[in-house]
């Protein structure tokens, strides 16, 4: 066998075949739409980059115009000459809308572009449109859309006194809903296949809690329910109370946020809502106060209805995360996470660790409060004896956490015996620090480790793992430390992590 000839003339073979060139020119014309279709994706607005595409030949003009898909999406920075013929050159192809007054090349053809865009309403199938002011005759357009095709819409308008509401009776098909400065009918049906919910007030046009709740319960397929904004308090003047009905049942609900300025309407809007598959929680209000006694009962009626779902979504074996920030306080589990943000105060953590995990759950604390006081810094783990903490984080505390390890460096009085270790279970510690504290770390470890005396103390498990970052000066004096720390870690049969500036 000549294997020399063979690859000779798979060589000529190669090298002819290499000389065979495809002009884009060739391409078919389904397959060239697709790739002008694809081109023009990054380009927003895009109407400009359509029409320049048209005049780059007589065949790709001749495509461009053929393919109805290439000139059905429209945003406000379009010029309006061209939405007027992205009207006509997309036919009946549903139509992709974004329209925001602050993006517009000429603000003053407002009135003129939205028209244009109304009378093909019918072929909408996203749209969002913000603005500010809107004629009245395209106010009441907007605000009944007759839009069979539409599936996500998010409508910001603004008028000094909205004289009518939103009507969904024509939205057969609409998911997604985010609405602002427009109230809506509340008693319509036509929402009943809504996914997500976004609603926006301000003071001339905030519901009723009643007319929410009754609004809420008319969407039996709602995902997703956020609300900024006001409630409308009652004509006496006193402050939002539950309405008499019961509780709105909300069976598919996974996120739920509420932000609002007042605590009281946080707390109204919340309680009157159930929702058994709920994972992301959001509650934001003016909760003031240090005083858990105050907060307790506030806390309850808020959160209280979702400590059932967080224990049952609780994966066996897993920590529950708890972090205390300095604008909010979160929980956290592998399905759920609850979020509380204002005006915080320090007995929110203490609250949830206090009522929210069993007893045979183990806790991670990361506090990052920016508190002056040591001492509320460690109350959080000082007023728990029993809670089993098992990882604490100190990533943010503004002493570098030095209060909490002088904390735990010794017995304290308890209540069924005379002394006893705090955090005895305590297994893993991350600290973010001063490399002053070092030291102070370094004689938490050997007093945890080796104390025997106190009587009948018993005492704590050994540390597993210590991460630590410190910051400073003092290179010598810090590197000697963490060896010393190194040391003390692998006498423990543990390890210790020194994390990187």
Partial sequence: MNVTGMGFKHRHQLSANSQVTTSIQDLPTELLAIILFHSIQAFDPCLKRVE????????WREVVKGTPKLWSRVAGGDPLHLVERAMHESKDTPLDIDYDIWKRLDPKKTDRYLSVLCDHMNRWKHASIDVSPVPKGLFRTLAAPIAPRLERMKLHLSLSIPTVNFQAAMVPLLRELDIYGIPLEWETDGLRNLHVFKLTTRRECEPSLSELMKLLQ???????????????????????????????TLPHLKRLAIQTEWSAEVIDISSCLRAPACQDIALEGDLMGDDLSVLSSTLARAVGHFIPII????VPGERLIVLADTDSTRLLTSNIKLTISGDISIAIPHWLMDNVPNKESEIALDIRLSSDSAEQLVSLVSLRPLLCLTRLVLSGADDGGSSVIQYLSKPALAVDQPYKWPLPRLSSIVIRCYEGCLASLSSMLRVRANEVGHGNVTRPVSLKTLEIKAYGKNQAGGEGLKLELESLMKGMGGSLTCLDD
């Fill in 52 to 59: 320049e595409l048209s005049a780059v030949s007589t065949r």
């Fill in 218 to 248: 008319s969407l039996p397929k709602l995902e997703e329910f956020r609300f900024q904004g006001y409630l409308r308090p009652p004509e006496n003047g006193s402050n939002p109370s539950p309405p008499s009905h019961d509780p709105v």
């Fill in 311 to 314: 224990r049952s979504s609780w």
